[in-house]
């Protein structure tokens, strides 16, 4: 530190500080700040002549809103977050000589922004979230997710249909047309072609705006036809490693049926392709897929919680007693109380409160309406999953061969209604954007 005093806190001195700890130097060693310099990339702070060892807040400017006077900007500059009021200080602060009387900005910020219950209350209920879960988007509208800032995405037939509808999408639908089309074949094959092209066309472009892996679908109506789930997915992978895309950055999502669940083993083992196990519903899939070693499983949060609401009395429940919820911590519990490598990733909410409610799970996948109530919410989270917590939960461990699997799979009334249900929608889904594709085709070919 004294080095660096000595040499009056040159550019290249100052590069080496955080933004909090360059904002305390101007207020605590004024004289040493030389003239504007570049603080990383934020712009720059304005020193020199224009700090006083005792100066207040008469102006700041932070993002479109001016703050005048010292009452005043304390109040305001208290509704921003911790890293905003930073933000506020090194990149737009201006300090005059008006006399205006205020608390010092050093006390002032000092205070503000190292107090942990403060800090906290000013967060989002998103930010939050994201120091314990990995928050997944759930959406086939990548230009949603760039708002949001999600690690993953994941997307299924019914997103791709509704993100295929919208005009700003029909040039990935017009060049998976004319990529099957070069294709040949039959019209069925030209269709499947041109499918298959869509999903990783969607794919790639969601790529472009997260850091980990988007998830992509095969067809739900091979749901039981473990060698088509296996070919179908090879083949997704070979599109994306066609387009410079590495197995690495895709997870093949498959219909947690035990054919599906063993075309997951397959990839994984054989293959090396990662597999995002759906439309999970019981505890008995949940086994079955930890023993198959597959990457990840999304047991479906909302549905359950629908399946509930529309077969019992009760039409409420608070978020640690809804029966998704529950289903997913039993999950998370088991996994992590004897070592399973597969990830947990809930899914399909219906309200923040489930949301919120399994804060610590390995990973969330979130719709975008969703995203943004959370981001508006500033109540605390805290992780209610860990660890700690499912070593000591009072669970037995279990192996499932296909007819144990299937008997216990079957006593639950609830998943194999909902497992029922998902496939029958999904395939719905992938016929209704087949229709689509059919009567494009047809306009491509006469010229339209």
């Given amino acids: 530190m004294s080095a660096v005093l000595k040499d009056k806190y040159s550019e290249r001195s100052f590069r080496k500080f955080s933004p909090k700890k360059l904002f305390l130097i101007c207020i605590n060693r004024p004289a040493y700040v030389s003239p504007p310099f570049l603080v990383q990339d934020w712009s720059k702070l304005v020193g020199g002549a224009y700090v006083k060892p005792n100066w207040h807040w008469p102006l700041v400017y932070s993002k479109w809103t001016y703050f005048r006077g010292s009452a005043c900007a304390e109040a305001r500059l208290r509704l921003l977050r911790?890293?905003?009021?930073?933000?506020?200080?090194?990149?737009?602060?201006?300090?005059?000589?008006?006399?205006?009387?205020?608390?010092?900005?050093?006390?002032?910020?000092?205070?503000?922004?190292?107090?942990p219950d403060k800090r906290q209350k000013m967060e989002s209920a998103l930010d939050q979230l994201k120091k314990y879960t990995v928050v997944v988007a759930d959406t086939g509208d990548f230009n949603a997710i760039e708002e949001y800032k999600p690690q993953d995405a994941t997307t299924n037939p019914s997103l791709i249909l509704a993100a295929a509808k919208m005009s700003a999408y029909q040039h990935l639908l017009d060049q998976a047309i004319k990529y099957g089309i070069a294709k040949g074949g039959t019209e069925e094959e030209q269709v499947t072609n041109i499918m298959d092209k869509l999903f990783v066309?969607?794919?790639?472009?969601?790529?472009?705006?997260?850091?980990?892996?988007?998830?992509?679908?095969?067809?739900?109506?091979?749901?039981?036809?473990?060698?088509?789930?296996?070919?179908?997915?090879?083949?997704?992978?070979?599109?994306?490693?066609?387009?410079?895309?590495?197995?690495?950055?895709?997870?093949?999502?498959?219909?947690?049926?035990?054919?599906?669940?063993?075309?997951?083993?397959?990839?994984?083992?054989?293959?090396?392709?990662?597999?995002?196990?759906?439309?999970?519903?019981?505890?008995?899939?949940?086994?079955?897929?930890?023993?198959?070693?597959?990457?990840?499983?999304?047991?479906?949060?909302?549905?359950?919680?629908?399946?509930?609401?529309?077969?019992?009395?009760?039409?409420?429940?608070?978020?640690?007693?809804?029966?998704?919820?529950?289903?997913?911590?039993?999950?998370?519990?088991?996994?992590?109380?004897?070592?399973?490598?597969?990830?947990?990733?809930?899914?399909?909410?219906?309200?923040?409160?489930?949301?919120?409610?399994?804060?610590?799970?390995?990973?969330?996948?979130?719709?975008?309406?969703l995203l943004a109530e959370l981001n508006q919410d500033h109540s605390t989270v805290v992780p209610t999953l860990t660890v700690q917590g499912a070593k000591a939960a009072d669970l037995e461990q279990l192996h499932l061969d296909e007819k144990e699997f299937r008997w216990q799979h079957n006593e639950d009334r609830m998943a194999v209604e909902k497992l029922s249900d998902g496939i029958r929608k999904f395939a719905a889904d992938a016929v209704k954007l087949e229709s689509m594709i059919k009567e494009k085709m047809m306009n491509v070919k006469n010229g339209q």
Wanted: glycine residues 8%.
């Fill in 201 to 369: 066309s969607f794919g790639l472009e969601i790529l472009k705006k997260i850091p980990g892996r988007v998830s992509t679908e095969v067809d739900a109506r091979l749901s039981f036809d473990k060698d088509g789930m296996v070919s179908r997915a090879l083949r997704l992978i070979s599109l994306y490693e066609e387009a410079g895309v590495s197995k690495e950055q895709v997870l093949i999502k498959l219909s947690s049926t035990w054919e599906g669940i063993q075309a997951g083993r397959e990839l994984e083992e054989k293959h090396g392709v990662h597999c995002n196990m759906t439309l999970l519903f019981s505890f008995a899939q949940a086994v079955a897929c930890a023993e198959a070693h597959v990457t990840l499983i999304s047991p479906f949060v909302g549905r359950i919680l629908d399946w509930y609401k529309e077969n019992t009395d009760r039409k409420s429940y608070e978020p640690n007693e809804d029966p998704g919820v529950v289903s997913v911590t039993k999950i998370y519990n088991y996994y992590k109380k004897f070592g399973y490598s597969t990830v947990v990733m809930g899914a399909s909410f219906r309200n923040k409160g489930e949301v919120k409610a399994l804060a610590g799970c390995d990973l969330l996948t979130i719709s975008p309406a």
């Fill in 82 to 115: 911790p890293r905003s009021r930073l933000l506020v200080a090194s990149k737009f602060l201006r300090c005059t000589r008006t006399g205006i009387k205020g608390p010092p900005a050093q006390q002032f910020v000092m205070s503000v922004s190292s107090n």
